[in-house]
């Protein structure tokens, strides 16, 4: 299994730039979700999924929007971007009855 | 005031050491705790869950005390391989998490 995986690793953008940050998951996973992560803020939740189809907002979904058209796929994407995005983004994924969460390795974004 | 508040530390040990990070919680309905461990430019991953009667898993115990609303891990015999970023994370209800900002370890020779 590859579990969770994200491309890319790393994305420059210019202010106004849109762009999809691809997350997918091999292991079935019902649950899907995006954070960002910011220093001294901690992870905070984006958009999250808890089966195809389903979506939902979470703590900080301004800007960003998902869609879950199959049970591996989540892709985010930044529709016009802006400085204020720069973050740390990573993935993650998690059986519906479970209380783990598996998360990719991160997407590193600057918006310049 | 953020759901989750820990110590950001850094705490710095000699290896051997014993060491301890607290974290307290506002929201009474919480059901659900964690430890997670976050390594320099990694991802989080789950370090253990905390149970009400706390538990061990080898050199780590976590503690759980609902009343005060609080959270520890202990870590004892720190190894280098220690040195992380530890996340305090509780789920109130539903799917969400809530993560701390994470406290610091660096574990010296």
């Known amino acids: 299994n590859a579990g969770v995986t994200q491309t890319p690793k790393f994305q420059v953008l210019k202010t106004g730039q849109s762009m999809t940050l691809q997350c997918a998951q091999d292991?079935?996973?019902?649950?899907m979700s995006w954070y960002r992560q910011d220093p001294g803020m901690g992870l905070r939740l984006i958009h999250y999924?808890?089966?195809?189809?389903?979506?939902d907002q979470g703590e900080v979904p301004n800007g960003y929007n998902v869609s879950r058209s199959t049970t591996e796929d989540f892709p985010l994407r930044l529709l016009s971007a802006a400085p204020s995005q720069t973050s740390v983004y990573f993935c993650?994924?998690?059986?519906?009855?479970?209380?783990?969460?598996?998360f990719g390795p991160g997407t590193r974004l600057t918006v310049l | 005031r953020k759901e989750v508040e820990q110590d950001p530390g850094p705490f710095n040990v000699p290896e051997g050491a014993t060491v301890a990070f607290n974290c307290t919680y506002s929201?009474?309905?919480?059901?659900?705790f964690f430890w997670y461990r976050q390594d320099c430019r990694k991802e989080p991953k789950l370090l253990m869950s905390?149970?009400?009667s706390g538990n061990e898993d080898g050199r780590f115990t976590a503690q759980l005390n609902r009343a005060s609303q609080y959270i520890s891990l202990l870590i004892r015999d720190s190894k280098l391989s220690d040195s992380a970023t530890y996340l305090c994370?509780?789920?109130?209800?539903?799917?969400?998490?809530?993560f701390g900002k994470g406290t610091s370890l660096l574990v010296t020779p």
């Open positions: 993650a994924s998690s059986y519906s009855g479970s209380d783990e969460q598996f």
């Open positions: 292991m079935n996973h019902e649950y």
């Open positions: 999924s808890v089966g195809a189809g389903i979506t």
């Open positions: 929201n009474s309905a919480s059901q659900s």
């Open positions: 905390v149970y009400s």
């Open positions: 994370v509780v789920r109130a209800s539903g799917y969400a998490l809530n």
